[in-house]
């Protein structure tokens, strides 16, 4: 009998976690990732999780202490958010460079200032450039899932780097939804105990943390690029693996929906996908040919998928619940580095949607379909990202 | 000397590195390792001790040693510990050296959590009293009246203003085990408080004071001899408490005015001869006289 049961989607990431079998786990509270840490410390103290369960007095020594573990060959595991996340930065860096495998839940909020707590993506996407793998999910089930694909992506010998699994805030950790849970035996066979080739040990001691010149530092930078880069097809065979243990395939780096004849589509990450998949839907029926690409990993950035999903639409609106201050938003950026300048890419248009909680719902889908439609066949993309639902009276 | 102690056991920080010459830190690091042994894990800030010592491709170290980033040695350190635990490898022991920037400043935060947490580690704060791998600017840990390039001498400035952390005490206030205070003047005391350490579990933490003849200005044969200075004029009293309490104290068998220990060093030049330098002076030597009645160091 398959373990299917509604449970908050903070409770599934516990429950995934603690399939995993981390060896250290480090806690400090944010909302709204707490639930996460709190079910986990509830597991620790009826003694259902063998863990060593850390309570550190930040972020910035969450990060360090699974960073510390890692080191010492130990499976380990963190979660936060917002401006946990961004207290994290520098140690996040670190530990991509001196390739330290641990996972680390990015609980979607939005930063200060003003300060609020509601969902938005500044704070996963400022760490975009760390050198941790970012991975995207829509659902609870998905969160699960992913959390379980994580360790073994961050654990494989080639990629070796910090992986975080991205999930909106509220929508996603504090929602019930049902989900499906695997049995420990499976996911013992799925992912191996951690058994790193390097780790801090007396009997083979090495250095870690070097100082390196330029001589040598670029050739360290490209490594862990080339990890990320070379990684790709390991990420979709990991996922694939995944797939057909659970039997839910959530279609490798990117989930393209209704993207074959699509002459309008859009790109999204986390569970605004959910809103705009019934969208789609909706807007298929009244006859218009639209489609959803939904990023679920985002570093390393699955430009492939992207083109194949895209490069027959004539345009292409991306949906940024970001902004680069003085630029545009930062999936936007990336989607046209890759689809733009080539021969028949479509036209990409960037739209700020849904900062710090305001709801990017059917309506505001429809606003970005009526507006890409109207600057294709104006021909006149615009500058600046197009910010959708701003009230220009509250603006100075 | 130093060689004849480490008698005829394997350095585990060998020659090599980068260190300036007569550096009282490197020196530190060896005795503190000799008294370790070699089962155990060695975390260090981002600091002298990183730089000299990582030059990749090259090590000194013959024990595993982690550097991370600046201010987070003690969280590396309790991942380390809590790993260890969670692995059953139990006989392998976290130690921690560092300078006082990451440790009375940068790092202080996480630091005190390592404390309060209990975490099985020995922290070791090699302590030269400013941010020397940037050139020596001021630090939590700069005495009274120093020069630094962030607080320098000048017609409206007299040096530091500000006194020394105390940070022994605020450590010990985190109620640990094992706190103690030494000198790399001592390196038989350093030894046998390091291995006084390592024999108990828990957050330890000592604090050495360790000469910097590149930024204190003095020739770089003279750090024994200053540091010598330090400890019997009183200003760096070397103690031992255990869970608290005093427990074990360096007597001062001939007690010396501070003018002999500052008259050594370039950064208080200013204190030793300068116009209007005995206000300086006086408050330096009743800092002194403070601590050797605080640690009754004459009894």
């Not at chain 1, 705009?276 to 690409?293: F, Q, Y």
């Not at chain 2, 894990?41 to 000194?60: D, H, K, N």
């Not at chain 2, 947490?117 to 120093?146: E, H, W």
């Amino acid at each position: 009998m398959a373990d299917i049961r509604v449970v908050e989607g903070s409770e599934a990431v516990a429950l995934a976690v603690k399939a995993c079998r981390p060896d250290v786990i480090a806690a400090y509270p944010i909302s709204p990732q707490t639930h996460i840490v709190e079910t986990l410390a509830r597991m620790a103290a009826d003694g259902e999780l063998n863990s060593e369960y850390v309570r550190v007095e930040s972020e910035f020594s969450a990060a360090s202490v699974v960073s510390g573990a890692s080191a010492a060959g130990s499976r380990s595991y963190t979660a936060s958010a917002s401006q946990g996340l961004l207290l994290m930065t520098e140690v996040l860096y670190a530990s991509a460079g001196m390739r330290l495998p641990f996972v680390i839940t990015g609980v979607n909020r939005s930063i200060s200032a003003p300060i609020n707590i509601q969902v938005d993506h500044q704070d996963t996407i400022s760490l975009r450039d760390t050198g941790v793998v970012q991975l995207y999910v829509e659902s609870a089930q998905e969160a699960y899932d992913m959390h379980i694909a994580a360790f073994k992506i961050a654990e494989d010998p080639s990629i070796m780097l910090p992986v975080m699994v991205c999930m909106d805030g509220w929508v996603l950790t504090h929602s019930y939804e049902r989900v499906e849970f695997l049995d420990s035996k499976a996911v013992d066979a799925f992912l191996p105990l951690f058994k790193p080739e390097h780790y801090l040990v007396p009997a083979d001691p090495k250095t870690w943390g070097s100082y390196a010149e330029g001589d040598v530092l670029m050739e360290f930078k490209y490594s862990i690029h080339k990890a990320m880069i070379a990684g790709k097809p390991r990420i979709r065979e990991i996922m694939n693996e995944l797939a057909t243990l659970t039997g839910r395939d959530y279609g490798g780096l990117v989930d393209a929906y209704r993207t074959g004849d699509a002459e309008v589509i859009l790109v999204a990450m986390g569970s605004m996908a959910g809103t705009i998949k019934d969208e789609v839907d909706a807007l298929r029926k009244e006859g218009k040919k639209v489609g959803l690409i939904r990023i679920r990993c985002y570093r390393p950035f699955p430009h492939e998928e992207i083109w194949a999903a895209a490069h027959r639409a004539k345009v292409v609106a991306v949906l940024d619940a970001n902004v680069s201050m003085g630029s545009e938003g930062a999936v936007g950026l990336d989607v046209k580095s890759k689809l733009c300048g080539r021969p028949g890419g479509p036209m990409v248009l960037d739209f700020i949607a849904g900062l710090g909680g305001r709801e990017v719902n059917s309506t505001a889908v429809r606003t970005i379909v009526d507006c890409a439609e109207r600057l294709l066949s104006a021909n006149a993309p615009p500058a600046e990202a197009v910010w959708i639902d701003l009230n220009p009276a509250l603006v100075p | 000397m130093a060689d004849k102690a480490l008698g005829k056991r394997e350095s585990l920080f060998v020659s090599g590195h980068r260190a300036c010459h007569g550096c009282g830190l490197a020196l530190a690091v060896r005795h503190i390792l000799q008294a370790t042994g070699n089962d155990v894990i060695v975390v260090s800030p981002t600091g002298c001790l990183e730089t000299f010592s990582s030059p990749y491709g090259y090590s000194p170290w013959r024990v595993p040693w982690i550097h991370h980033v600046f201010e987070n040695a003690p969280a590396i350190a309790s991942g380390v510990a809590a790993a260890l635990k969670a692995q059953r490898r139990d006989t392998t022991r976290v130690v921690v050296i560092g300078g006082d920037g990451a440790t009375f400043d940068i790092g202080f935060g996480s630091l005190s959590g390592m404390l309060e947490r209990g975490d099985d580690v020995l922290y070791i704060c090699a302590d030269n009293g400013a941010y020397m791998n940037t050139g020596g600017q001021r630090s939590g840990a700069t005495p009274f009246c120093a020069a630094t390039t962030t607080h320098p001498v000048g017609k409206a400035s007299a040096g530091k203003t500000e006194k020394k952390k105390d940070l022994p005490e605020i450590v010990a206030a985190h109620g640990v085990p094992y706190v103690a205070t030494a000198s790399v003047a001592y390196l038989g005391d350093l030894r046998q408080k390091v291995k006084k350490a390592m024999a108990l579990h828990g957050p330890r933490y000592i604090q050495i004071d360790t000469p910097c003849p590149s930024v204190w200005n003095f020739p770089s044969h003279l750090t024994l001899e200053v540091g010598r200075l330090g400890v019997s004029c009183g200003l760096v009293p070397l103690f031992e408490m255990l869970d608290g309490k005093i427990t074990k104290i360096r007597k001062l068998k001939k007690r010396t005015p501070v003018i002999d220990y500052l008259k050594q060093q370039k950064r208080f030049q200013h204190v030793v001869a300068g116009e209007g330098s005995e206000e300086g002076l006086m408050a330096i030597q009743e800092q002194a006289d403070r601590t050797i009645e605080k640690y009754n160091l004459l009894g």
